[in-house]
């Protein structure tokens, strides 16, 4: 049974007296519990926008490659796309790029020469893990603190990939006149320009 509390004379006016049981507490802990998160275990499934279809020009929004015109291949998972210059063209590699920060134009080259085993082995999340390279602590990581870092050697089978993807992406930019330099050019704003106006 719960405890309840008791009524008391104090003077002329009555008031209710809680019980032992039910007084505040004297101390408090000095930490807050850690409430416990609520998980969601199904990620929902992600739907690419309708404008990005394979073969669809993009302009990137963000990242290190910001401004440059792009060419779509595949639509990956968790709104992921690969993406490529072509890296002949205007200096962009394969990459995977997020579909939020990308304008897709209403232009689309005909990717049906790419090799398609090619794209399914390039979209695999293994492909695009760096190699780690650990260094012991000891004297030779002591001197090195003050050099300057050298370049990351780009592995063989990654350019022997890029060459292999933008041989038939090139061969088709090339028939379009002024496609070429279209890709090479890089995207930006001046004063006075409404993008919410634009037709992409």
Partial sequence: MSAQPTTKKFGSSTRAVPHASQKAQKWYPTSDEPQKKQVRKALRPWAPRSTLQPGTIL?????????????????????????????????????????????????????????????????????????????????????????QPTKKEVSKNRVEDQKAVDKALI???KKVEFLASY??????????DKPHEMKW
């Fill in 59 to 147: 302009i990137l929004l963000a990242g290190r490659f910001r401004g440059k015109r792009v060419v779509l291949l595949k639509a990956l998972d968790q709104g992921v796309l690969l993406v490529t210059g072509p890296f002949k063209i205007n200096g962009v590699p394969l990459r995977r790029v997020n579909a939020r920060y990308v304008i897709a134009t209403s232009y689309k080259i005909d990717i049906s020469g790419v090799d398609a085993k090619k794209i399914e082995e390039i979209s695999q999340p293994k492909y695009f893990v760096g190699e780690k390279e650990k260094e012991k602590a000891g004297e030779e990581a002591f001197f090195k603190q003050g050099e």
């Fill in 171 to 173: 061969a088709n930019i």
């Fill in 183 to 192: 890709l090479a050019t890089s995207f930006s704003l001046r004063k006075g």
